[in-house]
């Protein structure tokens, strides 16, 4: 079939056909299961805490993927979600004493209805207009964090309790908190899986190929646009809940705009609008900011020079690259 | 209320800085029609279009759809009263499959379309709906290919087919006979003929002999104001209507 040759130019961003064929369904079966077993695996041979901030870059990268890779627009202020969830999920489990389940909830609530304000003032202007105006919002949230009491300006909220879940298991154990954030992860990819590949997601898929055509078949654009945009900082808001229980801190730094870059880059380097890209990208940008930490203020660079030779040598990202290759989904 | 006519507009203008692309334009569209919009190009014919689709806003002048203004309506709205365009150019869901498309307009009529936790499996349940309307386009034995892959002409039959699935009231239809060969212009205006019945077409055609053959009433448009009204033969008989034509450069 050539359903899925993504030499078509319109494939530049994003995968082609929405509707799954059955046997791209059975890809898809297998490397999510593939996906499990290694994630049940890695920390036998990595350091969990560094598996699990993987994780957590993945899933705000695939969040960041939802909304670039599927609805065609590129936010600039998905840092202002993370970070918002980190703080109100930091100070939810800290100082109100809420269990993890409760203050991730309450961190995924935050964001989802920071992204419905930004979301609804963004979305009526096209292209990099809407991207610099959630650039704009998004820096309105970091001087709110920089001057609100709660957040703790430079000091942040230090020594976050990961607390018990449900009030019963103790996450501070590194294996039990290593469990529960695996789930959700898989859970969460699930869900952003399913939405993609929704009655919605349909509509979303025609609404990126010709805009106009399906305003005039009577689908409100911008009202599609706009739930996207909410579902995607939610789910960003979800990543910065969990990294927040991971590293018990919550900083300046998950709302400062180079977070948002972050999940730009990692997105980019995996493969937008493809599923297993943004976890790919949140490996290796991870990996190299780990590794290369020892080179101190030359780690950006670093990074800098490992992106531009990414983007010149495979723009479509790794997972882009390597599903045109063997001419199937991933 | 006047329930002869199902669309009307009263001084109906639009300009673009201090150009008049449409002024003053009253139109009257006859229940259960086809109803021509001709005129040389740049006539304002696309503009009027896309002024009563709310794809573009009015400087000024109202429009009515079954006794209803509809003027402040956005332009998804118009569809959704039943009211649905096509466009000068051909447009589909070149990444959809043809199946596809026009289940995406079975979806918006029926049912389903901002369920984002239910699985696109759902949507199956239109594919046999989807499916009689391309067998009467003759697009069944495409209908897994992406319309990307489709020919012209076929690729305008798809853009007919998907704008009819939702069943529309009234169709708006943009020169849907332009760059095709004979035996698809035949084609489309039999399709045409046939989706006709029932409902009201408002058609812009450059092809004045699909014009002739296909509709009931004719206005003709010249520099964005109503240069003259009727059947084929009064219009065509008309020295000011001869006159555009030549002046723009037709024949
Ligand atoms: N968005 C716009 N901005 C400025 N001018 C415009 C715009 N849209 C149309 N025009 C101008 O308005 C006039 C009418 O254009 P329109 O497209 O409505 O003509 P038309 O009758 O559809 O012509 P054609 O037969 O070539 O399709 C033209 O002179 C065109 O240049
Ligand atoms: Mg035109």
């Known amino acids: 079939m050539t359903a899925h040759d993504a030499s078509a130019p319109a494939a530049a961003i994003g995968p082609t056909s929405a509707s799954l064929p059955r046997e791209a369904m059975a890809t898809y079966r297998l490397l999510f299961l593939g996906l499990a077993g290694l994630i049940v695996v890695a920390p036998l041979v990595i350091y969990p805490v560094f598996v699990m901030t993987v994780l957590c870059f993945a899933l705000f990268a695939c969040a960041f993927n939802l909304l670039l890779g599927y609805a065609g627009l590129l936010s600039f202020g998905h840092a202002a979600f993370f970070g918002m969830a980190a703080y109100v999920t930091g100070h939810a489990a800290k100082v109100w004493g809420l269990t993890p389940e409760l203050a991730i909830l309450l961190g995924v609530a935050a964001s989802a209805g920071l992204g419905l304000v930004v979301g609804a003032l963004a979305i009526r202007r096209q292209g990099i207009y809407f991207s610099m105006i959630t650039l704009a919002l998004a820096q309105m949230v970091f001087f709110f964090c920089l001057q609100a009491k709660f957040t703790h300006g430079e000091d942040g909220i230090q020594a976050i309790p990961r607390g018990a879940l449900f009030g019963v298991i103790d996450l501070s154990d590194d294996w039990a908190l290593y469990v529960f954030i695996a789930v959700v992860f898989m859970a969460a990819l699930l869900a952003l899986f399913r939405i993609v590949h929704s009655p919605f997601g349909q509509v979303l898929k025609a609404i990126r190929e010709n805009e106009p055509r399906a305003i005039s078949l009577g689908y409100d654009a911008a009202r599609y646009k706009l739930a996207t945009f909410v579902l995607s900082a939610g789910f960003a808001g979800l990543a910065g809940s969990l990294k927040a229980l991971v590293s018990q801190i919550a900083t300046l730094t998950d709302v400062h705009w180079s977070m948002s870059g972050e999940a730009i880059l990692i997105t980019l380097v995996g493969g937008v609008g493809t599923v297993f890209g943004p976890i790919v990208g949140s490996v290796i940008v991870i990996a190299m900011q780990n590794y290369l930490a020892q080179l101190g203020a030359w780690v950006t660079v670093a990074q800098g020079v490992i992106f531009v030779v990414c983007v010149l040598a495979f723009r479509e990202g790794i997972v882009g690259v390597l599903a045109r290759r063997l001419k199937m989904r991933l | ?251």
């Open chain 2, 1 to 251: 209320m006047d329930g002869e006519h199902i669309l009307e507009t009263e001084g109906l203008s639009k300009s673009f800085g201090g150009f008049a692309a449409v002024s003053d334009v009253g139109l009257r569209v006859k229940r259960g029609t086809i109803h021509a919009l001709i005129g040389p190009n740049g006539a304002g014919k696309t503009t009027c279009f896309n002024l009563l689709t709310k794809f573009l806003a009015p400087t000024a002048g109202s429009i009515r759809y079954n006794g209803r203004d509809i003027t402040r309506t956005n332009a998804a709205g118009i569809a959704q009263l039943g009211l649905v365009r096509s466009f000068q150019i051909s447009a589909v869901f070149l990444h959809l499959t043809v199946l596809e498309n026009v289940r995406v307009a079975l979806q918006r009529q029926r049912g389903a379309s901002f369920d984002f936790w239910r699985s696109e499996k759902v949507l199956k349940r239109y594919d046999a709906a989807a499916m009689a309307l391309l067998e009467e386009f003759g697009l069944a034995e495409v209908a897994h290919r992406e319309a990307t892959e489709l020919s012209y002409g076929r690729k305008r039959a798809l853009e007919l087919a998907t704008t009819l699935a939702l069943e529309p009231e009234m169709m708006l239809l943009d020169e849907p006979m332009a760059g095709m060969g004979h035996e698809d212009i035949a084609r489309i205006a039999g399709l045409i003929r046939k989706a006709a019945a029932g409902r009201t077409i408002l058609m812009v055609e450059h092809n004045l002999s699909v014009v002739a053959d296909l509709s009931d009433r004719i206005t003709v448009l010249a520099r964005g104001k109503v240069l003259a009204e009727g059947d084929y033969a009064a219009v065509s008989a008309d020295p000011r209507v001869i006159e555009a034509y030549i002046g723009a450069g037709h024949a």
